[in-house]
């Protein structure tokens, strides 16, 4: 008390004058600075990366890529600077030796250079996950780096609109975003509504914003007429009828007035949407042949039998399986993709990731932790034809997943934790 008094007095005294903050002041004013900036620097990466594919810059360098490294300096100048590291979690080091793994395969590769680029992909990939892993610690910047993941989907949104309006179509009347594969656009957005319906209903703030993005996440799905995407949105919506228990009578009335909003939508859009194409799942699964998917399987499968344990290299499955003019052949499935280039090893590297992201979420608030499994297992699903083990979109879910318990125990304003005791208030 006495000690206090003193200090208190000090300020008062004639002729005193206190420097405006010492070394350490200043130091921890700079770091938590730098700290912001690293922080939304990564919102915008992780706001980018949805709509990555619309933007190239020159040389085809996409924005994102760019974000990336300059994220990373910043906050390696907040390290420099003093900030603590967040120890990495089981799913990060799966996720580096898998990188590593892939480096290593530059050796056995009969394409060096083209094994190299994609490890350099896959280091950059890395980095994201990583990134989004440090920078959503608390519940308030985690549910941020959430919503930043649906405002990009708008993004996508509105470019497919761009070309809809325009009358820009592919084949069999399928409309997509510029630059966008019609499935990879339709399994973005289709991720997105998961993420948006627990935004919504689960917070205040943006609340309208992310209900209004489910319908308009429904109807680009079927502008796409995508049949991945279809797969994918029937298992995404999954998560509203577990959530369903959770959610208020009022929430319940947002909710009808949603599924009305939704049902109208597609009603309005039912002339343009290729329902011919989206009627043939069944057909294509009977025929074995998912518009020649089947086939480039079945060479895949024979090339691993080849190279079972370590694969073709990292890049290779297209010169392996698809000889020297298709090098971009791509395998259409992540999972053959992986046992094909990393073999063995690598797909199991590759399982091991997902394994510890759900056992990570089984620590977390129940809700939540149906959420993850729901988008984890919606992600799966979309594997089964595209060739995403090395997109942007899912290392960016993947560091969104494994930051969920660390968010749930360090609360800042999701809600606010109330003092222990009365007094503290008073002397704060």
Not at 9 to 23: D, I
């Amino acid at each position: 008390m006495n000690r206090h008094m003193a200090v208190e007095s000090e300020r008062f005294l004639p002729g005193v004058t206190r420097p405006s903050g010492n070394w350490l002041a200043r130091g921890n004013s700079d770091q938590s600075r730098w700290q912001q900036i690293g922080f939304w620097l990564v919102w915008m990466l992780a706001f980018s990366i949805p709509w990555g594919d619309m933007v190239l810059l020159p040389l085809d360098i996409q924005a994102s890529r760019v974000l990336s490294i300059a994220t990373f300096l910043t906050w390696s100048i907040s390290l420099w600077q003093g900030k603590r590291m967040r120890s990495l979690a089981s799913a990060h080091w799966f996720m580096l030796l898998f990188v590593l793994w892939a480096a290593a395969s530059a050796w056995w590769n009969a394409d060096s250079e083209r094994s190299l680029r994609r490890t350099l992909s896959y280091c950059q990939l890395f980095l994201d996950a990583w990134l989004i892993y440090q920078c959503a610690g608390t519940a308030d910047r985690y549910r941020r780096l959430l919503q930043s993941y649906v405002l990009g989907c708008y993004v996508c949104f509105a470019g497919l609109m761009w070309n809809y309006l325009g009358g820009v179509s592919q084949g069999d009347g399928r409309y997509t975003a510029p630059g966008f594969d019609p499935n990879d656009l339709s399994v973005t957005l289709v991720l997105g509504i998961p993420i948006a319906w627990h935004l919504a209903f689960s917070g205040r703030s943006w609340a309208w914003v992310n209900r209004l993005f489910i319908p308009c996440a429904i109807v680009a799905s079927l502008l796409t007429a995508s049949r991945s995407g279809l797969v994918t949105l029937a298992v995404g919506m999954v998560f509203p009828l577990l959530a369903m228990p959770r959610i208020s009578t009022k929430a319940v009335a947002s909710l009808a007035l949603l599924a009305s909003a939704s049902g109208a939508v597609v009603i309005t859009f039912w002339s343009d949407i290729s329902i011919r194409r989206l009627s043939t799942i069944q057909e294509q699964l009977t025929a074995r042949d998912l518009n020649g998917r089947v086939d480039i399987w079945s060479r895949g499968f024979e090339v691993f039998k080849e190279h079972p344990v370590a694969g073709v290299g990292a890049g290779g499955f297209g010169a392996a399986v698809g000889a020297r003019r298709s090098r971009d052949l791509a395998a259409h499935n992540a999972l053959l993709g992986v046992l094909v280039e990393h073999g063995l090893v690598g797909l199991g590297l590759f399982v091991a990731i997902v394994v510890a992201l759900l056992f990570s979420g089984r620590k977390s608030n129940s809700l939540e932790a149906r959420l993850w499994v729901v988008q984890l297992a919606a992600w799966g699903v979309a594997l089964m034809t595209l060739s995403w083990e090395n997109r942007e979109v899912t290392w960016l879910l993947w560091g969104l997943c494994s930051a969920l318990p660390a968010a749930n125990r360090r609360r800042i304003s999701w809600p606010v934790r109330q003092p222990a005791f009365p007094n503290q208030v008073r002397h704060a």
